[in-house]
């Protein structure tokens, strides 16, 4: 059977047409930070599957914390019943961020939608009728279409769904930068939220670094007065660490930078190691008791595979793995060689602007026409990264080795290289 061939007549891919314009590369085992190919060649991976396998592939412990639930019980309604893997997953993610209310669900999508009816929710309880979001340019919270509403208009082609999409409340991100000055942008904030807050139920944010909507990492002072200025006017704090969460900034949770926490905290993507479909909203008593104690009573929604035990022993064994290991310390070691090697580069014709964090390593190129070149080349010498638009970065497994590592760094380094010697031609 060639798998391929069905895959480019019947299987619709992320982002794409189908059949897809671009290769699709099939992939015949994973293991560690490397990817085997169909085709026999084998790639350091330099994407850690979309933010989600934080200790590589194919992990003995990880592996066996399945095999061992998979004996037990592979899958049980959650309406109505409960199990160990789901109350041991609640406890830890209580004990991680210090909130108290916990839903499941299957993914970072779903549970920013959970947070969103949440916030709304809420301020019913409260006897407010508040339904929009107010939400960060440049921002991704998913594809779902309440997510996609407050995601960065251009970015997730809002004009293409018109009266569709819900209508949302959108102020100027914060400048680049980790020490950047952020006074306008609290100022336009100021002055939305004057104009604004008698509509608006929560802001969400995804904290110090902006994922998908243009890896934008940026001053974590803007979130500490943000959150004063939304608690004025009983604004939800809403943060979106579903790409943060678990270590990839040096913090557990990027809003550790700030003496901040949020009200609802979505998570996903390192959750279950990269294995499963898995994600979580969080919320504090007080809001919980909020919604339950009043009129509305119930928090309305509820996925088939909710807490699928499968999905939460796997992220059991994966938040174990983590906190046993010295992951800050590895984390610490791969941001000083971001650091110190994608500086090489930032003087490229082509380039920017080249910025890093935690195992996140960014180069913004000057022009998007590049991308699919660069992820050519990268394949072609040994290196899984996935460029999109102006943004060539990398986001790595915490476990990756030094060596794996400078091959990735090198390998973007020789790209660029490639392409500043070979511009006219694209
Ligand atoms: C990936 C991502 C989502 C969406 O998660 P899915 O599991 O792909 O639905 C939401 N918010 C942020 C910040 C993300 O990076």
Not at 36 to 50: A, V
Not at 61 to 78: D, G, V
Request: charged share 25%; glycine share 8%.
């Amino acid at each position: 059977m060639n798998y391929l061939e069905i895959d480019k007549n019947h299987t619709w891919h992320p982002y794409n047409s189908l059949p897809s314009k671009t290769k699709i590369l099939g992939v015949k085992k994973t293991k560690k930070c490397k990817i085997y190919l169909e085709s026999g060649e084998k790639l350091i991976d330099g994407m850690s599957s979309w933010w989600s396998a934080i200790h590589g592939y194919n992990n003995k412990f990880l592996n066996k914390s399945l095999k061992k639930q998979l004996k037990i019980m592979p899958h049980i309604m959650f309406g109505g019943l409960t199990h160990k893997p789901a109350s041991i997953l609640s406890k830890k993610l209580v004990d991680l961020t210090g909130l108290n209310s916990v839903f499941l669900c299957d993914s970072g999508s779903v549970s920013v939608e959970v947070a969103l009816k949440t916030a709304i929710l809420y301020q019913k309880a409260k006897g407010k009728d508040k339904y929009k979001f107010l939400a960060l340019k440049n921002a991704y919270h998913g594809d779902t279409l309440g997510a996609m509403s407050v995601c960065d208009k251009e970015n997730s082609m809002h004009s293409l769904y018109g009266t569709y999409l819900s209508q949302n409340i959108f102020t100027q991100a914060p400048s680049l930068g980790f020490d950047s000055d952020c006074s306008k942008e609290l100022k336009e904030l100021e002055e939305i939220l004057k104009k604004h807050h008698n509509e608006i139920a929560g802001f969400i944010i995804e904290p110090v670094v902006q994922g998908a909507g243009g890896m934008r990492i940026y001053n974590p002072k803007y979130l500490e007065t943000a959150k004063k200025l939304c608690e004025k006017y009983d604004i939800l704090f809403i943060f979106d660490e579903i790409a943060t969460g678990f270590g990839h900034t040096g913090k557990m949770f990027a809003y550790e930078y700030t003496n901040i926490k949020p009200d609802i905290l979505t998570i996903g993507k390192g959750l279950t190691g990269g294995y499963m479909t898995m994600a979580a909203m969080l919320t504090t008593k007080d809001i919980s008791d909020t919604i339950s104690n009043s009129q509305i009573g119930v928090l309305m929604h509820g996925p088939t595979f909710m807490a699928n035990p499968l999905a939460c022993s796997v992220a059991n064994a994966s938040i174990d793995l983590l906190l046993n290991s010295p992951w800050q310390k590895r984390v610490l070691k791969i941001e000083k060689i971001f650091e110190e090697e994608l500086e090489k580069i930032k003087d490229s014709k082509i380039v920017k602007n080249v910025r890093n964090i935690g195992v996140i390593g960014i180069i913004e190129l000057k022009d998007d026409k590049y991308a699919s070149k660069l992820q050519d080349f990268c394949v072609e010498n040994g290196v899984w990264l996935r460029p999109f638009g102006k943004l060539f970065y990398s986001i790595v497994a915490y476990t990756i080795s030094q060596k794996e590592l400078l091959k990735i760094t090198k390998t973007m380094i020789d790209a660029i290289k490639y392409i500043e010697n070979h511009d006219e031609k694209f």
